[in-house]
């Protein structure tokens, strides 16, 4: 399933790296930057929550929310998030439910893993609706930063 600009986003509650409940629903009226990963601890993913991490005032200034989302337990994810310094929620997708309703998921991954997230970046206006959507298919490829930045002012 591909993800349209224009449509409502796709709901999700997930469980943040702090064991707390986030949901979709409870950023309505501020802008949701989703950046999808698919694995802790590995070089590009590190690069761009850091690249996220580092212009985070930026995004603060225009009401706007971080989340990443990955595969990973949320215990991997509290270990990463502490050890890279993110101000914003890591949320564990180990169900891979969310990651497939937005387009973002590998069916087939490096070593044989199976169902690991896309990278991918979405912008979600203050109703909620797709405005910006990137899955890339090739792991080693950073999301275009400019871009969210332009679609989130």
């Known amino acids: 399933m591909s993800i349209a600009i224009g449509q409502a986003a796709p709901q ?9 409940e986030v949901s979709l629903s409870d950023f309505k009226g501020k802008k ?11 070089g590009v993913c590190t690069t761009q929550l850091c690249t996220m991490r580092d212009s985070f ?15 990973d337990s949320p215990f991997t994810l509290a270990k990463f ?7 914003f929620p890591l949320l564990s997708d180990f169900n891979k439910e969310i990651s497939a309703a937005y387009g973002a998921l590998y069916e087939e991954f490096a070593f044989g893993m199976k169902g690991v997230s896309k990278r991918a970046a979405f912008v979600i206006d203050e109703d909620q609706n797709i405005v910006y959507a990137e899955v890339l298919e090739n792991a080693g490829d950073l999301p275009n930063f400019e871009i969210i930045a332009e679609k989130v002012k």
Do not use: M
């Open 57 to 71: 005032g930026y995004y603060d200034g225009l009401n706007a929310q971080i989340l990443g989302i990955s595969v």
């Open 12 to 20: 999700f509650t997930l469980t943040s790296s702090e064991l707390k």
């Open 32 to 42: 949701v930057v989703l950046h999808f990963f698919p694995l802790a601890f590995t």
């Open 81 to 87: 998030k502490e050890e890279n310094s993110y101000q």
